[in-house]
């Protein structure tokens, strides 16, 4: 009799057991094979390259006993060569819906650098999301967004950086939606990052999914490595990043038009000397055409030579795009891609301190121009 009344129990336990908050599982996973000319440590030659990135999203939410809305995510992406390398490391956050909007707590991205990222499809992402004075992610953020009103909505972020003020990153953004128009625009500021540098980055650290502390100090205003070159930044620094960008879709057609301002004052890791304010001015323009299962998509970049004070530099470069997309399901595309750079001056790739920011290319060669030939497969699930 005692056994079955704990199976009866356990029975009843298991029918009768409280509900749970909705889990969903979403993400992505991308395949590249690609060319690349002009290879830094190559001697001029070129390079065959692949790329594996899966991104992975477990998004959580409960309706509260107030009709409002908890809303949590975590968010990794396994890559080749690594870049996020624990769980979490993407993003991170607990957030709460309410009829007046959202707020959101803990490690997630810039919504400036999601916008830029989603508009320059079609591979031109690398200059106009990848490179500026703008941030990837705010590590220990706290964001706003409003709710749409007519097709109008805004959002707020703020980074704590060190929670003294001494660091600290802030952007607000805006979109409008209607009549086939999407426009966005965005300004942000980050205070006295240790890292600023010409590469879009996580607010004051080195390590994504982390946001670094800020000291002064060191040699000149930098951190040096065992060989006397600057890895770290420890004198005052602001960087500002304007953007208004605008997509017009109409029937097969779609367009696109945008600007950004980079600005960077103070000690930060680029072709200029410390206590200087260095700009960029960038261009982008697009067209694509749909006709079925396929997608045609071409654009032009226009990074302007770099302006430090009084000095302007003759380091600009013109960048051109192709890509054809063929759909092969619902949640699949094929792709090939081609991007090529066209340097002003031969090396000189704007305030570019590395060769990854420009497809591995040979910073400081005698070559002035840089090709990146790709296919692939982009799969949502």
């Known amino acids: 009799m005692f056994k079955r009344v704990l199976i009866a129990t356990a029975v009843s336990a298991m029918f009768a057991a409280p509900a749970f908050a909705d889990v969903t599982i979403s993400g992505s996973a991308e395949m590249d094979l690609m060319y690349k000319t002009n ?25 509260l006993d107030s ?108 979109n409008y939606t209607g009549y086939g128009f999407n426009v966005s625009a965005g300004a942000s500021e980050a205070k006295n990052s240790k890292y600023a540098s010409s590469a879009s980055m996580v607010f004051g650290g080195n390590k994504w999914g982390h946001s670094g502390d800020f000291t002064k100090g060191g040699v000149n205003g930098f951190e040096l490595d065992k060989d006397g070159n600057p890895v770290g930044v420890l004198g005052e620094n602001k960087l500002r990043t304007y953007n208004i960008d605008a997509a017009y879709k109409t029937g097969a057609f779609d367009f696109k038009a945008g600007y950004k301002r980079n600005e960077w004052n103070g000690n930060v890791i680029l072709n200029s000397g410390a206590g200087e304010k260095t700009t960029v001015d960038q261009f982008l323009v697009a067209a694509g055409y749909t006709m079925g299962k396929n997608n045609f998509n071409l654009g032009y970049q226009r990074v302007q030579d ?46 570019m301190t590395g060769a990854s920011q420009l497809d591995g290319f040979a910073l400081g060669s005698d070559k002035k121009n840089s090709t990146r030939l790709l296919v692939g497969t982009w799969t949502a699930f």
């Not at 960048?319 to 792709?335: D, G, H, M, P, R």
């Open 39 to 63: 290879q830094a440590g190559t001697d001029g030659k070129g390079k065959v390259a692949e790329e594996i990135a899966v991104v992975i999203n477990v998004d959580g939410s409960d309706k």
């Open 306 to 351: 770099s302006k430090t004070d009084a000095t302007k530099y003759d380091d600009g470069m013109n960048v051109i795009n192709a890509q054809y997309n063929y759909t092969l399901s619902k949640n699949t595309v094929a792709f090939a891609q081609v991007r090529h750079h066209m340097l002003d001056t031969a090396g000189q790739a704007s305030v």
């Open 67 to 174: 009709g409002d809305k908890l809303k949590w995510r975590i968010a990794q992406k396994v890559a080749t060569p690594d870049r996020y390398d624990s769980f979490g490391q993407r993003e991170a956050w607990i957030g709460y819906e309410t009829k007046f909007g959202e707020v959101r707590f803990g490690n997630q991205f810039s919504n400036q650098y999601l916008e830029l990222d989603g508009f320059a499809s079609s591979g031109q992402g690398n200059l106009w999301a990848d490179f500026g004075s703008q941030q990837v992610q705010y590590a220990n953020g706290v964001s706003y967004f409003s709710p749409k009103f007519s097709g109008f909505s805004f959002a707020g972020q703020y980074d704590l950086g060190n929670g003294r003020n001494s660091a600290r990153a802030m952007e607000l953004t805006a």
